[in-house]
């Protein structure tokens, strides 16, 4: 019997890609400062000339799918990250921007046989992202986590 499991020990080992989308930036800043300082506490290089982490800055969380799938084409990154923000109170159209976001990315990840972590806070208000972003925990900690697991365990399966 043979058991997989991703590794939390060293992300230095990793190539990570983080796409982050503007729109809600007062929550995407917080999601991507909660997931940096995760990647680097857990060794991987997030300086200005790191080779492990680039990151890519998009419209709004529509854009997420879009961009991945650029980014994918041009290197080969174990795990990429999607972050974003759609909030019910300030929007029309959330449940079209949700759906077509995480379809999209999930769309995506599978075509190009890469995780991508699905880091999109949806909440019914501002206070509600305040909270997931910062003001009690940040779960940009969690998404970083989450990739990290990912990224490995799927290493460990090829
Ligand atoms: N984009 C978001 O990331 N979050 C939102 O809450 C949101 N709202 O409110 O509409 C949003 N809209 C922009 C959208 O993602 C696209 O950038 C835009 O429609 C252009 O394609």
Redesign the pocket.
């Known amino acids: 019997m043979a058991i997989f499991e991703g590794s939390f020990t060293n992300a230095s080992t990793l190539k990570v890609g983080i796409i982050v989308?503007r729109?809600?930036d007062l929550i995407t800043n917080q999601l991507l400062s909660g997931c940096l300082d995760c990647l680097k506490r857990h060794g991987l290089d997030i300086t200005e000339t790191s080779n492990e982490l680039d990151i890519v800055w998009v419209?709004?969380?529509?854009?997420l799918p879009i961009a991945a799938k650029n980014l994918l084409k041009k290197t080969k990154y174990d795990v990429v990250i999607a972050l974003?923000?759609?909030?019910r109170g300030?929007?029309s159209?959330?449940d079209v921007?949700i759906s077509e976001a995480s379809k999209g990315i999930s769309q995506v990840s599978y075509d190009n046989n890469v995780p991508i972590i699905l880091g999109v806070l949806t909440t019914d208000s501002m206070q509600q992202a305040l909270e997931r972003a910062g003001i009690k925990n940040n779960l940009g900690w969690n998404y970083a986590l989450q990739a990290i697991e990912m990224g490995s365990l799927i290493k460990k399966l090829n």
Not at 59 to 63: N, V
Not at 84 to 87: E, K, L, P, S, Y
């Open positions: 989308a729109f809600n419209p709004g969380s529509f854009e974003g923000a759609v909030i300030e929007t159209h959330y921007v």
